[in-house]
Nanobody, 123 residues
Framework: QVQLVESGGGLVQAGGSLRLSCAAS????????MAWFRQAPGKEREFVAG???????YYPESVKGRFIVSRDSAKNTVYLQMNSLKPEDTAVYYC?????????????????WGQGTQVTVSS
């Protein structure tokens, strides 16, 4: 079965950086799109970054220019480099995946999810 395991979350001051990792197993990694979402308490799950199976990337305006998503097919891992972090970036960050035909910012389109990793940005 598909498994996704996130790591790299933590506490950081505003303006700082973190890099999240998501190791995938149980799938042919090169044939899957990957994405990151986040969810803050009391809020909807929000799209943060996506990378297609051919490494096309896409971001919402809220993180564009600050976050960078990448993938390493040799390691079956996707990364999220987060720079210039703000307190409003505080959330649980989730890695997700869907087959190559799914290209979406809607969390309901993704069938597989990791357990999440907490990111806290202090002011």
């Amino acid at each position: 079965q598909v498994q996704l395991v996130e790591s790299g979350g933590g506490l950081v001051q505003a303006g700082g950086s973190l890099r999240l990792s998501c190791a995938a197993s149980g799938l042919i990694f090169s044939g899957y799109n990957m994405a990151w979402f986040r969810q803050a308490p009391g809020k909807e799950r929000e799209f943060v970054a996506g990378i297609t199976w051919i490494s096309t990337t896409y971001y919402p305006e809220s993180v564009k220019g600050r976050f960078i998503v990448s993938r390493d097919s040799a390691k079956n891992t996707v990364y999220l480099q987060m720079n210039s972090l703000k307190p409003e970036d505080t959330a649980v960050y989730y890695c997700t995946t869907a087959q190559a035909g799914v290209y979406s910012t809607d969390h309901q389109k993704y069938p597989y999810w990791g357990q999440g990793t907490q990111v806290t940005v202090s002011s």
